[in-house]
């Protein structure tokens, strides 16, 4: 087939998929426990040139566990190779279908924000429709902005939240894998209680900064694994030879030097150049219009409960890690607090694995902005990407628990003198207030 002919017929079958829904019937979920280093060189190689098999987390270390998924009819080559090879693997899920069917989706109903609900997964038009509602209701302190656009034409959309210009600012994003849908509503629900919240702590964290809010950066893929593939990571980009470019792996930080693949074919396709993808071009514009004002960058994804520090390609402490260190682990702590959640801090290749060309690392980089983390939302190797829709509230609650304690532990550590506010008589009031933490 000519190469032409082979493009159009790959554009036609990913503009038509979306019809066909997949299904993951009798598909297993086995929980591998990694033990030495030539286990793990083994998963790489298997992640790396075998794409029959979905790894929901990748081989790093020893003692680790890895969670790999296999559809009915590779289930048997993948038991052969692990007993083969001498590993362990317990299976975590039987029949991956039926977890998909317990994720309750509902439909937002227009003109009513609280019809979002927080037990439930929306679609990508439900958030743009409830984004939209949200600032017709408070159009003095919130604003629709658009960051960027897709390949598929459409626009990033988010919410600007500002009490008044001039104001240090908080940047969040959510969404940049499609397959992570507790990154949206999570997002969602930080938007909503920075509006509504009557506590004081939330108040004050949403009139002292300006925020900018982004549910879903990846809204080409999110679509995606609503309407056709439970399990899509990528944006939609055609190639020759695949569909899609992993865009936390496209930032020009550190491109292509670890955890990304060159393959189209791959999860973690890199792209064919840093900023090769108008989603990470774009929001890069946005970001550097605000960039110099920026205090806090959070991103949110699943799963693993960690918090992450760059950078992905050492260990070494650099820039500010040992008070990003400090910062992080006390609002851990915080965020344990509701339901004894436990997460992990540290450096994304002391926790993690080695993984470069993020968000996190470019804005760290290239923006200079003091506290950035990546948020590994829940869980620990049960539910993995199907969590449960009665986890969603617990999650938001302590994830904005965590979230206020990180300004609480910025402000008292000297990190937000200023609270980002404007110098006017009712600034010093409360600056008064902010140094009271000091005394």
């Known amino acids: 087939m000519k190469p032409i002919l082979y493009l159009v017929l790959l554009v036609y079958l990913s503009n038509t998929v979306l019809s066909e829904k997949l299904r993951y019937d009798n598909y297993t979920l086995f929980k591998i426990h990694v033990e030495n280093v030539e286990q793990v060189k083994l998963l790489q190689d298997l992640q790396d040139t075998d794409f029959r098999f979905d790894f929901w987390t990748h081989p790093d270390h020893p003692a680790k566990f890895v969670q790999v998924m296999a559809g009915p009819e590779d289930r048997a080559d993948l038991q052969k190779l692990l007993t083969e090879n001498n590993m362990n693997a317990e299976i975590s899920m039987n029949n991956v279908q039926e977890f998909i069917e317990k994720q309750t989706i509902k439909h937002y109903s227009r003109n009513n924000i609280g019809s979002m609900t927080w037990d439930a997964y929306y679609s990508l038009e439900d958030i743009y429709a409830w984004i939209d509602d949200v600032v017709a209701q408070f159009p003095d302190i919130a604003t629709k902005v658009i960051g960027g656009q897709t390949y598929e034409g459409r626009e990033i959309v988010g919410i600007k939240i500002?009490?008044?210009?001039?104001?240090?600012?908080?940047?969040?994003?959510?969404?940049?894998?499609?397959?992570?849908?507790?990154?949206?509503?999570?997002?969602?629900?930080i938007i909503h209680e920075l509006l509504t919240s009557l506590d004081e702590d939330t108040m004050a964290a949403a009139r002292d900064f300006d925020w900018h809010i982004f549910p879903v950066t990846n809204p080409d893929g999110y679509l995606y694994s609503f309407e056709s593939e439970r399990f899509w990571r990528k944006n939609r980009r055609v190639f020759s030879g695949g569909i899609?470019?992993?865009?936390n792996r496209?930032?020009?930080?550190?491109?292509?030097?670890h955890g990304a693949s060159t393959d189209p074919s791959?999860?973690?396709?890199?792209?064919?150049?840093p900023f090769s993808e108008i989603e990470t071009r774009s929001?890069?514009?946005?970001?550097?219009?605000?960039?110099?004002?920026?205090?806090i960058f959070l991103t949110f994804h699943s799963y693993g409960q960690m918090l992450l520090l760059p950078f992905g390609n050492t260990s070494e402490p650099l820039a500010n890690?040992?008070?990003a260190m400090n910062i992080?682990?006390?609002?851990?702590?915080?965020?344990?607090?509701?339901?004894?959640?436990?997460?992990?801090?540290?450096n994304i290749v002391e926790v993690l694995y080695e993984a470069t060309g993020g968000t996190d690392e470019w804005v760290?980089?290239?923006?200079?902005?003091?506290?950035?983390?990546?948020?590994?939302?829940?869980?620990?190797?049960?539910?993995?990407f199907l969590l449960p829709p009665e986890q969603i509230l617990p999650t938001g609650l302590e994830t904005m628990d965590s979230v206020l304690d990180i300004i609480h532990q910025m402000r008292r550590f000297g990190t937000l003198p200023s609270a980002g506010m404007a110098f006017e008589a009712s600034t010093v009031l409360i600056l008064g207030m902010v140094m009271s933490f000091f005394v």
């Open 364 to 384: 760290k980089e290239q923006l200079h902005v003091p506290i950035v983390y990546c948020y590994e939302l829940r869980d620990r190797f049960q539910y993995g």
């Open 266 to 273: 791959s999860d973690v396709y890199a792209g064919p150049g």
């Open 162 to 189: 500002s009490h008044g210009e001039g104001k240090k600012n908080i940047f969040i994003e959510g969404g940049i894998h499609a397959r992570e849908w507790i990154s949206p509503p999570t997002v969602c629900f």
């Open 250 to 257: 496209n930032w020009n930080s550190n491109w292509l030097v």
């Open 321 to 323: 890690y040992d008070e």
């Open 328 to 346: 992080g682990r006390r609002a851990m702590g915080a965020l344990s607090v509701r339901y004894g959640t436990e997460d992990v801090t540290g």
């Open 283 to 295: 929001m890069a514009r946005y970001m550097r219009s605000i960039g110099d004002q920026m205090e």
């Open 244 to 247: 899609g470019v992993d865009l």
